[in-house]
Nanobody
Framework: QLQLVESGGGLVQPGGSLRLSCAAS????????IGWFRQAPGKEREGVSC????????NYADSVKGRFTVSRDNAKNTVYLQMNSLKPEDTAIYYC?????????????????????WGQGTRVTVSS
């Protein structure tokens, strides 16, 4: 089964920045749309961002628009989530997942059944 590995999380002060990475294990990412998700304590997992296989199309949750930027470097087999102007409410475990490259996937915020298994995620804590 497809597996992705998230990294780059940490503790940051409000207003700070972090860049998360999502790397593939044993396969190439360039065929797949990739979604970023997060789960805060006591809450359900929610979609954060979604990027098409080429990187030409992206989508964001309203709560992160203008602050987060998703990108991909298919040559490095990695997808990134640049998070700026972080807020305490961004505190969560962040996950990435791979999806079939359907034309509707990005528009649907990757709200489909993932082709990859859920990994351990990377913890982001925004606190002063």
């Amino acid at each position: 089964q497809l597996q992705l590995v998230e990294s780059g999380g940490g503790l940051v002060q409000p207003g700070g920045s972090l860049r998360l990475s999502c790397a593939a294990s044993g396969f190439t990412l360039d065929y797949y749309a990739i979604g970023w998700f997060r789960q805060a304590p006591g809450k359900e997992r929610e979609g954060v961002s979604c990027i098409s296989s080429s990187g030409g199309s992206t989508n964001y949750a309203d709560s992160v628009k203008g602050r987060f930027t998703v990108s991909r470097d298919n040559a490095k087999n990695t997808v990134y989530l640049q998070m700026n102007s972080l807020k305490p409410e961004d505190t969560a475990i962040y996950y990435c997942a791979a999806f079939a490259p359907s034309p509707t996937t990005v528009r649907a915020m990757c709200n489909k059944t993932p082709l990859s298994s859920w990994g351990q995620g990377t913890r982001v804590t925004v606190s002063s």
